[in-house]
C-alpha cells in the first residue's frame, strides 16, 4: 500500500486478495484480533475485512498485518465496489478447466481401460497429464506453497501434495521403475498385491486437478455477484443536479451538493440528496427505497428523500443531509454491516481438513519410516508412503460439494428457485421464522381496481364512463389503475375538460355535461357534497379490508365508490399455510399501516401478533435482529431496495425474482417466478441439497478411512485403487443427481413438520 499512513478512527473496511478457503478467512481474522485493541471480521464470500475497533492503528499497520499473514489488502476503489475476485477471474479458471477436461478424460480412459493401452500409451499418457498436474492445478500449488510457508495447512495443501506425489512417483516409475519400457501394460486384477515400481498414478493427477478446478469454478462465480447489492445501491442516487445559484440554475455532480442547498427537481427527475420541500407541489414515487406502491403527496414543508423520482410537478428542495447522513447512504452502510456480521459459514470439507490433512501427511511420513525400519526394499517403502498421499487426495471431497450443488440448482430452476451456494443452504437447514415483506412478495406491486360500489340510481357502467374520463388525465397510479379498467371494459373513454388536480385530495373535470369529483371522503365532506350512508358504510367497509376507497361523484352528489388496492398474489395464503407445516413461524412486515397491515395478515392467515406494521426501509433489518436476539433463525423474503439489508442481515435471505436487483444481490436464494409458493419449496429444496452434501462427504471421508490403511499396508494395487477413487466419486454424482427427482410438495405432502414456534408475548411477537 502506497502513499500517507491512513489515521482509521472509524471503521474500516479492507479489500482482501488470495484467499482459497474459508480457514483461510478464519486465519487472517485471528492474525488481526491478536493486534492489542483490534476487533475484526473477515468475510470469505465477500472477500472484506471489516475493522470495527483499530485500536488507534493507521490503515498501512493493518494492511502490514494481513500481508504478514501473506494474502494482500487494499482499501475500497470506491463504496460498493466488487471484491477481488473478479468475473474475468472466474471466466480464467473457466479456460483453464476447459482446457484440462479432455486431457485429463483421455489419461483416465488409458488408465482404466487396458484394452485401449496401445504401445506406448504410458508415454502418452504422461505428455497429456503434465500440463493438466502443473499448470492446471497451478492456482492450487501456489496457495499450498502460500499456507506452508506460514506453518499451516488447508485442503489446497493436501491437493497439491497429492498431485505432485502421484506425479512424481509416475515420473520415478517410468524412468528408473521398469514402467517406461513399451508394451507395458498395467492389468486389471481385483487382487490386492503389495505396490510396485509400475505403479502409475498419472490418472490420478489428472483427474483429482480437473475435480477441483471445477469446485473452484462454482465458487468463483458464485462469488463474483457478492457484492452486486451494494454496487447497486450506489448507483441509484442522481448523478447530476440542477443547483440555484442568484436565481439561475447550474447544473452541477450531486456529490458537491452541501446542506442548506436548494436544488430543482424537474417531473420524471431523482431527488438528488434528502431535503425539505421549499416550492411546489407534486406526486413523490418512493418505491424504489419503501417498495410501497402508492406514491406520496408532497408540498412546501414536507420531507422527501434522495433517489426518490418527481412525478409531476416541479419541485425547488433545500438538502437537509448529503453524502453518508442519507438514506440511500445509510441503506449501504446497512448491507455492509450485515454482509460483515454474517460469519461466512466454512465449507465441511475445508472444517474436517484442519485434522484430515495434518494426519494423511503424518501417517505418509510414518508408513515410509516403518517400512523402511521393518527392513523393506526402500523403493517399496517410498510406493506405501506415496500410495497414502495418492489414495487420500481428496477427489470425492472435490465433487461433494459442487456436484449436489450443481444437481441441486438445476432442479431448483426448474421450479424458479436460484440457490447462491452452500452458505444458504446451511442458513435453511434450520430456521424458526420466515419475515415476508408484503408488497411485491405476497401482493402484485401494483395497484388495481378491485369493485365498483354504485350508489342509489347509479349503475356501475357510467360510475366507469365518468370515473374513467376524468381519471384518465392523472398521473396518480390510483387514477390510471382506474383508467386501465375503465377504457378495458367500455372500449372507450370520453374526452374531459377542465381537468384539475388537487393534491394529496383528488381530481376534478367536466364529462358529458357532468362537474365530476373523484377523490376521498374527507375531501367530499370539504367540499360540501352529499354522500349517501350507503356509500360511507362502503368507504369504511373498503379501508377495513386494506384497501383505497375513491369516492366517485358528479352534479353535487357522491354516486359510487372505487375499490382500488395491491391485490394478494395466487397462493398467497396457501404459500403462508405451507410455511406453518414446515413449522416455521411466518410473519408479516410491511411499511403500510397498521389497519391495512393486519386487514392483509388476515387475509393470508397471519396473527395480528405477528404483523409489524409501519416499518421504514431503515428499520427492516432492525426487526431482523430483534427477532434474532430472541434466539430465532431468520429468513427474510422481500423484493424492494428497501428488504436489501434485512436480506443480508437474516439467517436465510430470499428475494422475489421480479423485484430489484438489489434484493436479488443481496439474498441467498431468489425466487425466480415471484410464486410465493415457491417459499416453501426453497427451504425444502434446500435442505434435501445440504442432506446431499453431508451424505458425499460422509461417503468420501469413510472411503479415506478403509484405503488409507491398506495403501499403508502396501497392498493397493495401482490400477483397483483408481478403479475405487472413480468409483468414490461416482457414488457421489449418482447420489448427486437424485435431487434431480426432486418435486415441489403439494398440499397435504409437504416433509415432516417440525414443531413449529409458537408467537412470543413480548415485542418481538407483536405489533410496534
Same mark, same amino acid.
Given at each position: 500500500m502506497t502513499g500517507p499512513p491512513v489515521t482509521a478512527a472509524a471503521p474500516v473496511e479492507l479489500v482482501v486478495g488470495g484467499m482459497s478457503c474459508a480457514a483461510c478467512a478464519a486465519r487472517i481474522e485471528k492474525r488481526l484480533?491478536?493486534?492489542?485493541?483490534?476487533?475484526?471480521?473477515?468475510?470469505?464470500?465477500?472477500?472484506?475485512?471489516?475493522i470495527t475497533d483499530t485500536g488507534g492503528r493507521d490503515v498501512s499497520e493493518l494492511v502490514t498485518a494481513i500481508e504478514a499473514a501473506g494474502y494482500k489488502a487494499a482499501l475500497p476503489v470506491q463504496e460498493g465496489a466488487a471484491g477481488p475476485v473478479t468475473e474475468s477471474g472466474a471466466r480464467q479458471l473457466g479456460w483453464r478447466l476447459a482446457a484440462c477436461v479432455p486431457l485429463a478424460v483421455a489419461v483416465v480412459f488409458l488408465a482404466m481401460v487396458p484394452a485401449a493401452q496401445f504401445r506406448g500409451w504410458q508415454w502418452v499418457s504422461l505428455a497429456l497429464a503434465f500440463p493438466v498436474a502443473w499448470w492446471g492445478a497451478w492456482p492450487l500449488h501456489r496457495a499450498a506453497w502460500a499456507s506452508?510457508?506460514?506453518? /499451516?495447512?488447508?485442503?489446497?495443501?493436501?491437493?497439491s501434495l497429492g498431485i505432485a506425489a502421484s506425479f512424481a512417483w509416475s515420473l520415478f516409475a517410468l524412468f528408473f521403475g521398469g514402467a517406461g519400457m513399451l508394451g507395458m501394460r498395467m492389468p486389471f486384477a481385483l487382487t490386492?498385491?503389495?505396490?510396485?515400481?509400475?505403479? #502409475?498414478?498419472?490418472?490420478?493427477?489428472? %483427474?483429482?486437478?480437473? /475435480? =477441483? &478446478?471445477?469446485?473452484?469454478?462454482?465458487?468463483?462465480?458464485?462469488?463474483?455477484?457478492?457484492?452486486? *447489492?451494494?454496487?447497486?445501491? *450506489?448507483?441509484?442516487?442522481?448523478?447530476?443536479?440542477?443547483?440555484?445559484?442568484? !436565481? /439561475?440554475?447550474?447544473?452541477?455532480?450531486?456529490?458537491?451538493?452541501?446542506?442548506?442547498?436548494?436544488?430543482?427537481?424537474?417531473?420524471g427527475e431523482k431527488?438528488?440528496?434528502?431535503?425539505?420541500?421549499?416550492?411546489?407541489?407534486?406526486?413523490?414515487?418512493?418505491?424504489? &427505497?419503501?417498495? @410501497?406502491? =402508492?406514491?406520496?403527496?408532497?408540498?412546501?414543508? +414536507?420531507?422527501?428523500?434522495?433517489?426518490? =423520482?418527481?412525478?409531476?410537478?416541479?419541485?425547488?428542495?433545500?438538502?437537509?443531509?448529503?453524502?453518508?447522513?442519507?438514506?440511500?447512504?445509510?441503506? $449501504? /452502510?446497512?448491507?455492509?454491516?450485515?454482509?460483515?456480521?454474517?460469519?461466512?459459514?466454512?465449507?465441511?470439507?475445508?472444517?474436517?481438513?484442519?485434522?484430515?490433512?495434518?494426519?494423511?501427511?503424518s501417517l505418509a511420513a510414518v508408513t515410509l519410516g516403518f517400512w523402511i525400519g521393518a527392513g523393506l526394499p526402500s523403493q517399496d517403502a517410498w510406493s506405501a508412503a506415496f500410495a497414502v498421499l495418492v489414495v487420500a487426495c481428496p477427489c470425492a471431497l472435490g465433487l461433494a460439494t459442487p456436484a449436489a450443488l450443481l444437481a441441486g440448482v438445476g432442479r431448483?430452476? @426448474? #421450479?424458479?428457485? #436460484? =440457490?447462491? %451456494?452452500?452458505?444458504?443452504?446451511?442458513?435453511?437447514?434450520?430456521?424458526?421464522? $420466515?419475515? &415476508? +415483506?408484503?408488497t411485491g412478495t405476497l401482493t402484485s406491486g401494483t395497484m388495481s381496481l378491485d369493485e365498483v360500489i354504485p350508489g342509489p340510481e347509479t349503475d356501475e357502467r357510467e360510475c366507469l364512463l365518468v370515473a374513467g374520463a376524468v381519471e384518465d388525465a392523472s398521473e396518480h397510479p390510483i387514477g390510471q389503475a382506474i383508467a386501465r379498467v375503465a377504457a378495458a371494459r367500455l372500449g372507450f373513454l370520453p374526452a374531459v375538460t377542465g381537468f384539475a388536480s388537487l393534491p394529496g385530495a383528488g381530481v376534478t373535470g367536466s364529462v358529458a355535461g357532468h362537474d365530476a369529483t373523484l377523490g376521498s371522503l374527507r375531501l367530499f365532506d370539504e367540499l360540501q357534497l352529499a354522500v349517501p350512508p350507503r356509500l360511507r358504510d362502503a368507504v369504511n367497509r373498503v379501508e377495513g379490508s386494506g384497501r383505497t376507497a375513491v369516492l366517485a361523484g358528479w352534479d353535487g352528489a357522491a354516486r359510487a365508490v372505487l375499490a382500488v388496492g395491491d391485490a394478494i398474489k395466487p397462493g398467497g395464503s396457501e404459500a403462508v399455510r405451507r410455511i406453518r407445516d414446515l413449522g416455521v413461524r411466518p410473519v408479516l412486515v410491511t411499511g403500510d399501516n397498521e389497519r391495512t397491515a393486519r386487514a392483509v395478515a388476515a387475509q393470508l392467515g397471519i396473527p395480528d401478533a405477528d404483523v409489524f406494521s409501519g416499518v421504514r426501509?431503515?428499520?427492516?433489518? %432492525?426487526?431482523?435482529? @430483534?427477532?434474532?436476539?430472541?434466539?430465532?433463525?431468520?429468513?427474510?423474503?422481500?423484493? !424492494?431496495?428497501?428488504?436489501?439489508? *434485512?436480506?443480508?442481515?437474516?439467517?436465510?435471505?430470499? *428475494?422475489?425474482?421480479? !423485484?430489484?436487483?438489489?434484493?436479488? !444481490?443481496a439474498a441467498d436464494l431468489t425466487l425466480v417466478n415471484g410464486d410465493p409458493a415457491s417459499i416453501a419449496d426453497a427451504v425444502l429444496l434446500s435442505r434435501a441439497t445440504l442432506r446431499t452434501i453431508h451424505a458425499n462427504l460422509t461417503w468420501a471421508f469413510g472411503y479415506n478411512l478403509i484405503a488409507i490403511p491398506l495403501a499403508a499396508l502396501g497392498y493397493l494395487n495401482p490400477l483397483f485403487a483408481g478403479l475405487a477413487m472413480a468409483g468414490s466419486s461416482l457414488v457421489v454424482v449418482s447420489n448427486s443427481l437424485r435431487l434431480r427427482r426432486f418435486k415441489a410438495s403439494r398440499p397435504g405432502t409437504g416433509a415432516r413438520p417440525r414443531r413449529a414456534v409458537q408467537p412470543q408475548a413480548s415485542a418481538v411477537g407483536s405489533a410496534p
Open positions: 484480533n491478536l493486534l492489542d485493541g483490534v476487533a475484526a471480521t473477515v468475510n470469505y464470500a465477500t472477500e472484506r475485512a471489516y506452508l510457508r506460514h506453518a /499451516s495447512a488447508t485442503m489446497d495443501t493436501l491437493v490386492f498385491t503389495p505396490a510396485g515400481q509400475q505403479a #502409475l498414478y498419472l490418472d490420478v493427477a489428472a %483427474g483429482v486437478t480437473v /475435480s =477441483v &478446478l471445477t469446485g473452484r469454478y462454482l465458487e468463483a462465480r458464485a462469488k463474483d455477484r457478492s457484492g452486486s *447489492a451494494l454496487t447497486t445501491l *450506489a448507483q441509484l442516487g442522481a448523478k447530476t443536479v440542477a443547483v440555484l445559484r442568484g !436565481g /439561475s440554475e447550474v447544473r452541477m455532480s450531486a456529490g458537491a451538493l452541501q446542506p442548506g442547498d436548494l436544488f430543482v427537481v424537474r417531473p431527488i438528488a440528496t434528502d431535503g425539505v420541500v421549499v416550492e411546489g407541489d407534486s406526486t413523490i414515487d418512493a418505491s424504489v &427505497l419503501t417498495g @410501497e406502491p =402508492v406514491p406520496a403527496e408532497v408540498g412546501a414543508g +414536507d420531507d422527501v428523500t434522495g433517489a426518490t =423520482v418527481n412525478m409531476s410537478g416541479r419541485l425547488v428542495v433545500r438538502a437537509t443531509r448529503v453524502g453518508a447522513q442519507t438514506m440511500l447512504a445509510q441503506l $449501504v /452502510s446497512l448491507v455492509t454491516q450485515a454482509q460483515a456480521s454474517k460469519t461466512a459459514a466454512q465449507r465441511l470439507a475445508d472444517r474436517l481438513a484442519a485434522v484430515f490433512v495434518p494426519c494423511v501427511i431448483g430452476a @426448474e #421450479l424458479g428457485i #436460484l =440457490v447462491r %451456494g452452500t452458505q444458504a443452504l446451511e442458513s435453511a437447514r434450520r430456521i424458526d421464522v $420466515v419475515a &415476508l +415483506d408484503k426501509p431503515d428499520a427492516k433489518v %432492525g426487526v431482523v435482529r @430483534e427477532l434474532q436476539a430472541a434466539g430465532l433463525r431468520v429468513a427474510m423474503v422481500g423484493d !424492494g431496495v428497501n428488504d436489501a439489508a *434485512a436480506l443480508s442481515q437474516a439467517n436465510l435471505g430470499m *428475494a422475489i425474482g421480479t !423485484g430489484s436487483d438489489v434484493a436479488i !444481490g
